[in-house]
């Protein structure tokens, strides 16, 4: 419990950090949803586009005059920022001991490592989770003067608890990145090369048919948020994936970091 | 001297890697294009029949058809930018803290040099990794094109205004980066910082181009070297890049006289 505590703490101005980056990236979103919000000339023109076109500008699904069009499009960015938080949260929590070289001292205490690792992976978690909130907030904030209704309270329920079942993803690679790399300097790359490596394969599998299997392999891809519009949920083989690399990924921190040489 | 021939060894293996990613960037994004030309080709027809204002609302108006060389390669490079900007903000969060960070400053400011001339060597030394980069991009800019443009012509002009771009873009990051480390005591995790910065000013530019207005664009370096507007004019949109350049002055003027008065941490 005291080392939750402590990590909790340890990693609490990071966190306040990216809270008001996020707050204020949604505030000055929405401000721009005053051009869009209800204007019918703007919802003409949309209606008036082909089918193919829209889906070529990845708009197509996504009425920007709606909240939950609006929504839609901002739910990727979103999931972008939050999945960067966690990969990099991930790496550190565990690589930061080897790099400050305080592993020394947290690793004499008579604790066994996988405590620890319980410990950290916990407080992780929850700083992810805290993180969705304070997005959830802003949202709400953003949108409060649009008048919300029922369904997009639950669209936007829905696309947060995509983020957040992103940001498992990224935080169980990032946590068996720095399990399994002695280095901290090359965890670290690694970590920056798995989010920027999967963000653009994300793009890349828009553009073919002929790489259409891509979007099982980037979790950007996993919950796309207009598929969340159209189906009124989520696919299940997703989930199923999602799950699967976050057991796989967690079972592997948990196998590989109390077996290890620690680096100090 | 010495220490600018240091500096620029230990950059070796790190350059050699992001390199090592921006050609392949290039090319695994241009290999689309002989496919994407003819669907693109059919969308600018229906496009054609809408009228100016009505894209221009959409946001369409600054898109370049992405059936030319130029039009599709606008889209490649938004994606080199976002990685080279990652690059440069770490060498700029890295170069001054990480004697610091690794605790060789004692080693380091104990030699016979003044910290002015350590400022300098470092500083040179990283900018000339940027400027190699800023080569490879061009290289790589080239082979890709001309690997995969399938006989379609391309305008030089524009594209070497671009490129031309790219080192001012480097340095608004480098620079960001080197003056966040001389106004904090410690950084710890670099790459966290340079990773908030490369991307986060994406995302904002990112979202800019969709949904429009100036307002999400004013801070962003991706807007101010926009590889659309390049392209499709020939010129660097000026009024923008002197925010850049502005706070590209202010930053080195500011990391200099702080470092030189910095209570440089040991142990």
């Given at each position: 419990?005291?080392?939750?505590?402590r990590?909790?703490?340890?990693?609490?101005?990071?966190?306040?950090?990216w809270?008001?980056?996020?707050?204020?990236?949604?505030?000055?979103?929405?401000?721009?949803?005053?051009?869009?919000?209800?204007?019918p000339?703007?919802?003409?023109?949309?209606?008036?586009?082909?089918?193919g076109?829209?889906?070529?500008?990845?708009?197509?699904?996504?009425?920007?005059?709606?909240i939950?069009?609006?929504?839609?499009?901002?739910?990727?960015?979103?999931?972008?920022m939050?999945?960067?938080f966690?990969?990099?949260?991930g790496?550190?929590?565990?690589?930061?001991?080897?790099?400050?070289?305080t592993?020394e001292f947290l690793?004499?205490?008579?604790?066994?490592?996988?405590?620890?690792?319980?410990s950290k992976?916990?407080?992780?978690?929850?700083?992810?989770?805290?993180?969705?909130v304070?997005?959830?907030?802003?949202?709400?904030i953003?949108?409060?003067?649009?008048?919300?209704?029922?369904?997009?309270?639950?669209?936007?329920?829905?696309?947060?608890?995509?983020?957040?079942?992103?940001?498992?993803?990224?935080?169980?690679?990032?946590?068996?990145?720095?399990?399994?790399?002695?280095?901290?300097?090359?965890?670290?790359?690694?970590?920056?090369?798995?989010?920027?490596i999967?963000?653009?394969?994300?793009?890349?599998?828009?553009l073919?048919?002929?790489?259409?299997?891509?979007?099982?392999?980037?979790?950007?891809?996993?919950y796309?948020?207009?598929?969340?519009?159209?189906?009124?949920?989520?696919?299940?083989?997703?989930?199923g994936?999602?799950?699967?690399?976050?057991?796989?990924?967690t079972?592997?921190?948990?196998?590989?970091?109390?077996?290890?040489?620690?680096?100090? | 001297?010495?220490?600018?021939?240091?500096?620029?060894?230990?950059?070796?293996?790190?350059?050699?890697?992001?390199?090592?990613?921006?050609?392949?960037?290039?090319?695994?994004m241009?290999?689309?294009?002989?496919?994407?030309?003819?669907?693109?080709?059919?969308?600018?027809?229906?496009?054609?029949?809408?009228?100016?204002?009505l894209?221009?609302?959409?946001?369409?108006?600054e898109?370049?058809?992405?059936?030319?060389?130029?039009?599709?390669?606008?889209?490649?490079?938004v994606?080199?930018?976002?990685?080279?900007?990652?690059?440069?903000?770490?060498?700029?969060?890295?170069?001054?803290?990480?004697?610091?960070?690794?605790?060789?400053?004692?080693?380091?400011?104990?030699?016979?040099?003044?910290?002015?001339?350590?400022?300098?060597?470092?500083?040179?030394?990283?900018?000339?990794?940027?400027v190699?980069?800023s080569?490879?991009?061009?290289?790589?800019?080239?082979?890709?094109?001309?690997?995969?443009?399938?006989g379609?012509?391309?305008?030089?002009?524009?594209?070497?205004?671009?490129?031309?771009?790219?080192?001012?873009f480097?340095?608004?990051?480098?620079s960001?980066?080197?003056?966040?480390?001389?106004?904090?005591k410690?950084?710890?995790?670099?790459?966290?910082?340079?990773?908030g910065?490369?991307?986060?000013?994406y995302?904002l530019n990112?979202?800019r181009?969709?949904?429009?207005?100036?307002?999400?664009?004013?801070v962003?370096?991706?807007?101010?070297?926009?590889?659309?507007?390049?392209?499709?004019e020939?010129?660097?949109?000026?009024?923008?890049?002197?925010?850049?350049?502005?706070?590209?002055?202010?930053?080195?003027v500011?990391?200099?006289?702080?470092?030189?008065?910095?209570?440089i941490?040991?142990?």
């Amino acid at each position: 419990m005291n080392i939750f505590i402590r990590e909790m703490r340890d990693h609490l101005k990071g966190l306040i950090i990216w809270s008001v980056v996020v707050l204020a990236f949604m505030v000055m979103v929405f401000m721009e949803f005053q051009a869009y919000y209800n204007n019918p000339e703007m919802g003409e023109i949309l209606d008036t586009m082909p089918k193919g076109m829209l889906e070529a500008f990845g708009m197509y699904g996504a009425n920007l005059t709606t909240i939950n069009g609006y929504m839609s499009i901002v739910a990727l960015y979103l999931y972008i920022m939050l999945g960067i938080f966690a990969v990099l949260l991930g790496n550190n929590i565990i690589g930061k001991e080897e790099r400050d070289k305080t592993g020394e001292f947290l690793m004499s205490m008579p604790i066994k490592r996988y405590r620890v690792l319980i410990s950290k992976v916990g407080a992780a978690v929850l700083n992810c989770l805290l993180l969705t909130v304070v997005s959830g907030i802003g949202i709400a904030i953003a949108i409060y003067q649009y008048n919300p209704e029922r369904e997009n309270i639950e669209y936007i329920f829905q696309i947060l608890t995509a983020a957040f079942f992103i940001q498992m993803i990224f935080l169980s690679l990032g946590l068996f990145i720095a399990a399994s790399t002695r280095v901290f300097k090359k965890s670290s790359a690694l970590s920056v090369a798995l989010v920027v490596i999967t963000y653009i394969l994300s793009v890349i599998q828009s553009l073919s048919e002929s790489v259409d299997f891509l979007k099982y392999v980037t979790p950007f891809k996993y919950y796309q948020a207009s598929d969340i519009l159209q189906n009124k949920g989520f696919q299940s083989i997703y989930l199923g994936l999602t799950a699967m690399i976050v057991v796989i990924a967690t079972f592997g921190v948990f196998y590989v970091y109390p077996r290890r040489d620690l680096n100090l | 001297m010495n220490i600018f021939k240091f500096e620029l060894r230990t950059y070796c293996k790190s350059f050699f890697l992001w390199s090592l990613g921006i050609v392949a960037l290039q090319i695994i994004m241009m290999l689309f294009y002989p496919t994407m030309a003819q669907d693109a080709q059919i969308m600018d027809l229906i496009l054609e029949n809408y009228p100016e204002e009505l894209l221009q609302a959409m946001g369409l108006g600054e898109q370049v058809s992405l059936a030319t060389v130029l039009g599709y390669y606008t889209f490649v490079f938004v994606f080199v930018q976002l990685i080279i900007g990652v690059q440069s903000a770490y060498y700029g969060f890295q170069f001054l803290s990480i004697e610091e960070r690794e605790h060789t400053a004692d080693f380091l400011f104990a030699k016979p040099v003044t910290r002015r001339r350590i400022l300098v060597e470092k500083y040179l030394a990283a900018l000339s990794i940027l400027v190699l980069t800023s080569f490879v991009v061009s290289g790589s800019t080239f082979l890709s094109i001309e690997l995969f443009r399938d006989g379609r012509g391309y305008e030089n002009g524009p594209l070497i205004m671009l490129l031309l771009s790219v080192p001012l873009f480097q340095l608004f990051f480098f620079s960001i980066g080197m003056v966040i480390t001389v106004s904090t005591k410690r950084i710890r995790g670099v790459i966290s910082y340079a990773l908030g910065f490369g991307f986060g000013l994406y995302v904002l530019n990112a979202f800019r181009s969709i949904v429009g207005g100036d307002l999400l664009g004013i801070v962003t370096p991706y807007y101010h070297f926009e590889p659309a507007y390049i392209l499709m004019e020939g010129s660097i949109p000026m009024e923008r890049a002197y925010v850049s350049i502005i706070i590209i002055i202010i930053t080195h003027v500011v990391t200099y006289f702080a470092y030189l008065k910095r209570n440089i941490r040991s142990q």
